[in-house]
């Protein structure tokens, strides 16, 4: 018996029908092994001695595999075939070579690239060791990763409260969003004008030329400054007599883009799909692992992690017998493509992207698959085919046109382009991030000397008036690109960073375009001014370049962690002893213009607009960072970052807004925006009463009416008929609710608080208690998927406080940013489900109760407790500094 260890179950799955039964085929369930998240699991005094530790969920499977280890004849590690894998497979055969149940039996290596039964066939002909400079470069990056998180991170903490987390590649791509952000901010918008001509030729065909020249002067895009310079040029044209000067015609090739690498997928992936990385990763990730293909668990593409844009030989003659087939000889090229990695510090030689089997047309394999499966494989699927088609042909013209006319001349320039051999184009054509101002229209025939008129329209001759425009925000397509430039991250940390980053609150998504956060934009300016060198650009990628010179065997990886932690650690020691406010006073000059935005009026933007006498300052709360005067607490004047007068909420960006006198006190009611958004306030005491505007109520529609009601709240509803206990109305952080002897029921609006009555009320409450629950009840099901097929159970989908999740008994399961409720499958659901389960340790609600019976008789007096097991061999217990046990430190790889 062989025992075969796969990361995944899926995979095990289909490769135990490949293997036969010789063969037992195992998952690790991803890494068995971290670096436990406190203080001291990688230390820099004792040469980066690095202690791991395995959580109780990878110590029960580890110990299956130990098991059957012993019993078997030959161990064989068939994890991924990049970094990853192959330290996943190290970490596997390091714990069982502590457990001593290896003894004599041999360990091989093997690798694929496809799950179909020919790739594992062959891979299990073709073993090999462990390759171990690409695990000593997983081992660098892993410490510095951990290095720069656990040593940045309490940093942050400590000089900028709300901050999460700094990390190696995390921070970079983070400062790539905010340096575009200031770039845009500092845009100073130019005015340009252009002159086109709509003319005629002597057959009718229309043209449209632009100015090129004027008066022996060459006019550039923004040469034109004003409107009285186009006028007067508008003005001669409008009067001049055209003729063909020149006409040059030239037939160019356009060739096929390569197959798919990690990046031109999450890339591609979003701009024709709408995916975000993270999804596109995790509908790859099924793909690769095995679809049922009626009956036949099968990859249908792939490995999805790769930098290599190669194919195999065999794939690229099943591309050609596609082509020929489908398409036609013509759009074969007589010989076949060969493409090479151009990226930037390419990782190991992977191939691309691309269909174990390109015979498998994507309507042909639809049918198995669901929505998001189906379009991904099609890009796959055309990418790859497209990719040896035959190039397009295309005929580029540039005719130049002379104007002459009340003593002047003007030089005019149209161009087009035809198709005429659309090659690969047939098929396929790679997205664009931004439009641009390419022309590709068709030109008539023209000839040299031919004469042109004036189009018989109002604006024959149009002067149009421009302004230039800053550059686009990242979409997430744009940023993976811009990473892959700058030879920053790898293939397998795109996704991972981009979905970080939002995690953190750093960046929002709007319209597919990446906006920072205040909270983003603070980090970035801390690390720039404080520890620049780490978030630079250059030394993120040399530091990228040297961990795959470990890989290639040619750096030593403990020299380059002492080299970096040499200067890092000197580094961190000099900020630990800066002050607060030092740190603010630097931020203040670095955000002035975000911070402090120019006034309408001209005036200091700093001054305090309420005492007059104030200077406006970054503040540094237990919440995160705000604007506030520095004549506290006389002045309690307070505002969001960034606000201004053209903001929604900037109605009391300027002060409070009286909006009346509470009938009963005659206190003013006011509207003011504070840290945390617009709230009303009555009266001006120490501690007035305040309450936040609540989701869906503008600043501007705020009266006094309104803010009367908003500050009544709790209001109390009236005595519950069975305890005499009152029940109250209230709007809290989740939302609209009632409250009675400790039991809350969310209402379905806000309007509701004010008007509920006791029946309605007692009834919500009844609910609540129908269904078990003592804290807020349980949301409706926005989706029944129906029973688990392996434990029983409706499984449904909802929308809680934190957003939508698939429920299934006590687990609860929240769905990826980028996953929509009603779309969601019963697999996915299963998937989430099982993840979250092995995540939390819990169990279906019998097995559950039977474990805890059978865990009371045998420590009948103690409490069972589960510790991960660490590798060290000192039999001490650490325990988790302050600052570990705030947050885990950042990690750039998956």
Request: charged share 30%; hydrophobic share 35%; glycine share 8%.
């Amino acid at each position: 018996m062989n025992v075969v260890i796969v990361e995944s179950p899926a995979k095990a799955k289909t490769i135990n029908k490949y293997l036969g039964s010789n063969y037992l085929v195992l998952a690790s369930y991803g890494h068995v092994r971290d670096l436990p998240a406190k203080d001291g699991s990688v230390r820099p005094d004792e040469d980066f001695d690095m202690s791991w530790a395995v959580d109780s969920k990878s110590q029960k499977r580890l110990n299956e595999i130990a098991k059957a280890v012993k019993d078997a004849d030959r161990l064989m590690l068939a994890t991924d075939p990049d970094r990853e894998g192959e330290a996943i497979s190290w970490h596997v055969l390091q714990v069982l070579r502590n457990k001593k149940a290896l003894k004599d039996k041999p360990v091989e290596r093997v690798v694929f690239n496809a799950i179909t039964k020919s790739a594992i066939l062959n891979a299990m002909q073709n073993p090999r060791t462990i390759d171990e400079p690409l695990v000593e470069a997983y081992l660098a990056r892993r410490a510095l990763d951990y290095l720069v998180g656990f040593t940045l991170s309490p940093v942050l903490w400590r000089k900028l409260p709300g901050a999460r987390s700094a990390g190696r590649v995390q921070s970079v791509a983070l400062r790539l969003v905010c340096d575009r952000e200031a770039e845009i901010e500092s845009f100073i918008p130019q005015e340009y004008w252009s002159i086109l001509a709509n003319l005629t030729i002597a057959k009718g065909d229309g043209v449209q030329a632009r100015l090129t020249g004027f008066d022996g002067k060459k006019i550039g895009r923004l040469d034109i400054a004003g409107e009285t310079e186009a006028t007067a040029i508008r003005s001669m044209l409008e009067s001049a007599a055209f003729k063909v000067s020149s006409v040059e015609s030239k037939p160019t090739k356009r060739n096929p883009y390569a197959p798919f690498t990690t990046s031109t997928l999450q890339q591609e992936a979003s701009r024709k799909l709408g995916f975000a990385a993270s999804r596109t990763m995790q509908v790859a990730q099924r793909l690769y692992e095995g679809i049922n293909l009626g009956g036949e668990m099968v990859g249908v593409i792939t490995y999805m992690r790769t930098d290599g844009v190669q194919i195999a030989g065999e794939a690229i003659g099943a591309a050609r017998s596609v082509i020929g087939r489908k398409f036609g000889d013509k759009y074969l090229p007589e010989k076949p493509r060969h493409y090479s990695t151009k990226a930037k510090n390419a990782q190991e030689a992977h191939e691309a992207i691309r269909p174990t089997d390109l015979g498998r047309l994507p309507k042909d394999v639809s049918r198995y698959l669901d929505n998001d499966q189906a379009r991904l494989y099609e890009l796959v699927w055309k990418r790859t085919i497209a990719s040896q088609m035959e190039s397009a042909t295309i005929e580029r013209t540039t005719v130049d046109i002379e104007a002459t006319g009340a003593g002047k001349q003007a030089q005019l320039r149209a161009t087009g382009s035809v198709i005429r051999f659309d090659g690969f184009l047939t098929l396929y054509q790679e997205g664009r991030d931004d439009d641009d101002d390419e022309e590709s229209r068709r030109l008539p025939p023209m000839e040299m000397g031919e004469p042109l008129t004036r189009q018989e329209i109002e604006k024959a001759i149009e002067a149009n008036q421009h302004f230039t425009e800053p550059p686009p925000r990242f979409t997430e397509a744009t940023l993976v690109k811009k990473m892959e430039e700058l030879g920053i991250g790898r293939p397998s940390t795109y996704a991972s960073t981009l979905q970080t980053l939002r995690d953190r609150d750093y960046v929002q998504l709007d319209k597919k375009r990446l906006i920072p956060d205040d909270k983003g934009r603070l980090v970035t300016a801390f690390l720039e001014n404080f520890f620049n060198r780490y978030v630079e650009y250059d030394f993120t990628a040399d530091l990228e370049e040297k961990l795959d010179k470990i890989s290639a065997n040619e750096l030593d990886w403990k020299e380059v962690l002492r080299d970096f932690w040499r200067d890092f650690s000197g580094n961190v020691g000099e900020i630990k002893n800066l002050r607060v406010s030092q740190v603010i006073d630097a931020l203040n000059e670095i955000l002035a213009a975000h911070i402090f935005p120019p006034t309408e009026d001209g005036k200091d933007p700093r001054v305090c607009p309420v005492c007059g006498t104030g200077q406006l300052s970054l503040k540094i709360g237990r919440y995160g960072s705000f604007v506030g005067c520095s004549n506290y607490p006389e002045c309690r004047y307070t505002r969001q970052l960034g606000v201004n007068g053209d903001d929604e909420e900037g109605a009391a960006s300027d002060g409070p807004k009286v909006l009346g006198q509470d009938p009963e006190t005659g206190q003013d009611v006011t509207l003011r925006t504070g840290r945390f958004g617009p709230y009303v306030q009555l009266g001006e005491e120490v501690k007035p009463k305040r309450a936040s505007l609540p989701k869906g109520w503008s600043a501007e529609a705020m009266d006094l009416e309104k803010a009367l009601r908003l500050l009544s709240l709790p209001r109390e509803v009236g005595l519950h008929p069975e305890t005499g206990k009152p029940i109250s109305a209230g709007i809290g952080r989740y939302g609209p609710f009632v409250l009675h002897d400790g039991t809350y029921a969310n209402l379905d609006s806000v309007d509701e608080v004010f008007e509920i009555g006791i029946n309605r009320a007692v009834d919500a409450l009844a609910q609540k208690a129908a269904k078990g629950g003592h804290g807020r009840s349980t949301p409706a099901a926005l989706k029944e998927l129906g029973e688990h097929p392996d434990l029983g159970g409706p499984i449904t989908v909802r929308d809680g406080c934190y957003g939508p999740y698939v429920n299934h008994g006590k687990i609860n399961a929240t769905l990826p940013r980028d996953m929509n409720p009603a779309s969601v499958t019963m697999e996915q659901a299963v998937e989430l489900i099982a993840a979250k389960a092995e995540k939390s340790g819990k169990k279906p609600a019998a097995k559950k109760a039977t474990a805890k019976k059978t865990a009371a008789k045998k420590t009948p007096a103690k409490k069972a407790t589960t510790k991960a097991k660490s590798t060290t061999t000192k039999k001490t217990t650490t325990k988790k500094s302050t600052s570990a046990s705030k947050a885990k430190a950042e990690t750039d790889d998956e």
